[in-house]
């Protein structure tokens, strides 16, 4: 994906957003038992799923209350290396 095809950080939200209102209408729970579920705010869910803000520490607690906190965990890791020369590039 080139600079001009990255998606920018309010379409990612509303698309982070979208999955979970998905994701916990798949699960059958309201907003306000997503809430209870996860211990954030019902206005927060509500502000999440209609205009895409949310703190870290509420999104987290709504993975992990989705099941779906392993996302989280391959966000940033390391990538795997292709080949040495992969390894030498890193090093410089």
Known sequence: MNRLEQKTPSELAAEMA????????ELGLSQE???QKSQVSLGSIKRFESKSEISLQSLLRLAIALNAEDNFEELFARRQYRSIQ???????
Do not use: G, H, T
């Open 18 to 25: 979208a999955r979970v209102r998905a994701r916990r209408k």
């Open 33 to 35: 038992k997503l809430a």
């Open 86 to 92: 992969d390894v030498i590039d890193e090093q410089i």
